[in-house]
């Protein structure tokens, strides 16, 4: 039986307020900060399957899941020895490794589209990569990206995001980018009419994740895979978020649709700082030392991330733990749903897999400008009813929450019923 206890964080207040002086904003990632739903940050000092401990000596149900990698929930223990044995043996040697050998060598098993991979430390670095081979693979310069999608923070990719008005990006980087609505192939279509011979990829989120989770449309990735043949540009699939969580193989693997490029992420280091692409050779062949596309990392492919990541996947590639899953999502969304519908209150449910937007709006987000339309207000005070009764979810009100394995029944059904009062209680 789950018990609701009254929660007070007077030292994560104290620490937050020290920590804002010594790092702007209080944050080593903006997304961390309270800034769209206000208070004081929390400081944690514990991670343990679906639960978040915090210095103050609460403890909180957690559907932010580390912004996507806590798949398993956290500090898998077949994860965390793995990662001690690794670090045991030296947690960086700056040449190779047979624990590359070995996550690539599954990577490319379960990840149809992949002949060869490269891993950096980051989903930002995967996706900057993957855009300069795309690059130097079609000698095009142009790319596509679709407004809303978040694919990091590098130069070439910040203007499709919420972020876009970020200062400090070059003119002439911003040029070289399309931003095109998501959902919307025909927009696709017009942009590679006028400009086909110049693009040298379209960069995408299968699903998208940063302007609430919104599954693509039936038939949009193929009519995207097919305009993309057509005119020669790369596909790359940002899967930084989905790949590993939706199914093992990704969204690609859902949706059928292989890309020519794949970044990845997230819940491929099983709680490790990661981040990879990759695709055929014909395309990878490009990258230096083969060919004459730059890219490097001290850390790239460090043996305690490269256990991490092979641990993640042996236990995710089990039979049924992705039909579990499955199996507790569905039951997550129709408790909620029938919650709403009980409160009669203008929420949605969004979701794909295990990844989901408890969406405050009359209408459903299917592309940008309609998750503008969400109500941020109303969020805001639906996150502080659940904080203060031990339930975490993100601070934003339009990216991805994380439902994982570690999740009972017994904690789901709890969520459901203080989503049910929070409903009724905070007149969203
Ligand atoms: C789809 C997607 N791509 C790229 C990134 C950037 O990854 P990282 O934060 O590891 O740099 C994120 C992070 O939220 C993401 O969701």
């Not at 809303?148 to 995001?161: E, M, N, P, Q, R």
């Not at 911003?174 to 086909?196: K, R, Y």
């Not at 492919?301 to 499955?326: D, Q």
């Not at 339309?373 to 009100?397: C, E, N, Q, S, W």
């Amino acid at each position: 039986m789950i018990t609701v206890k009254q929660l007070t964080r007077t030292l994560s207040a104290q620490r937050s307020t020290q920590l804002a002086r010594l790092v702007p904003g209080g944050v080593n990632s903006p997304f961390r900060s309270f800034h769209e739903v206000g208070g004081h940050t929390i400081f944690f000092s514990k991670a343990q399957g679906s639960r978040l401990f915090d210095i103050d000596g609460n403890t909180y149900l957690d559907y932010l899941g580390a912004w996507g990698p806590a798949i398993l929930g956290h500090s898998h223990p077949a994860i965390v020895a793995a990662c001690q044995d690794a670090l045991a043996h030296g947690p960086v040697f700056g040449a190779p490794h047979e624990l590359e050998l070995e996550l690539a060598t599954r990577m490319v098993e379960y990840i149809e589209s992949l002949e060869q991979v490269r891993f950096v430390n980051s989903g930002t670095e995967a996706v900057m990569s993957a855009v300069r081979l795309a690059r130097g693979a079609t000698g095009r310069s142009k790319l596509v990206i679709l407004e809303g999608c978040y694919h990091g923070h590098s130069d070439s990719v910040l203007a499709s995001s919420r972020h876009q008005s970020s200062l400090g990006i070059p003119q002439p980087s911003a040029d070289q980018s399309f931003l095109i609505e998501f959902n919307n192939a025909h927009a696709l279509a017009e942009c590679f009419q006028s400009w086909g011979d110049e693009i040298a990829a379209v960069l995408m989120e299968p699903v998208a994740g940063s302007m609430c989770v919104i599954p693509p449309e039936a038939g949009y990735l193929q009519e995207v895979r097919r305009l993309c043949t057509k005119y020669g540009a790369l596909l790359i699939f940002d899967e930084v978020l989905t790949g590993c969580r939706i199914r093992l193989g990704g969204a690609q693997e859902l949706y059928g649709v292989k890309p020519d490029l794949s970044c990845f992420g997230k819940a491929l280091g099983g709680g490790m700082p990661i981040g990879a692409y990759g695709g055929p050779e014909a395309i990878m062949r490009n990258l230096f030392p083969v060919g004459r596309v730059y890219q490097a990392g001290t850390f790239s492919g460090n043996p305690v991330t490269m256990a991490g990541g092979i641990e993640i996947l042996r236990l995710l590639s089990e039979p049924g733990i992705f039909t579990e899953l499955e199996r507790k999502s569905a039951r997550f969304f129709a408790g909620l749903w029938q919650a709403i519908e009980q409160t009669k209150v203008p929420v949605r449910l969004q979701r794909a897999g295990s990844m989901f937007s408890i969406v405050f709006s009359g209408q459903p987000v299917k592309n940008f400008s309609d998750s503008l339309a969400v109500d941020t207000k109303a969020y805001a005070r639906f996150f502080h009813y659940l904080l203060d009764r031990g339930i975490y979810m993100p601070p934003t009100a339009v990216d991805a929450a994380c439902l994982s394995a570690a999740h009972t029944n017994e904690e789901i059904d709890f969520t459901i019923d203080i989503c049910r009062q929070a409903f009724e209680d905070v007149r969203i």
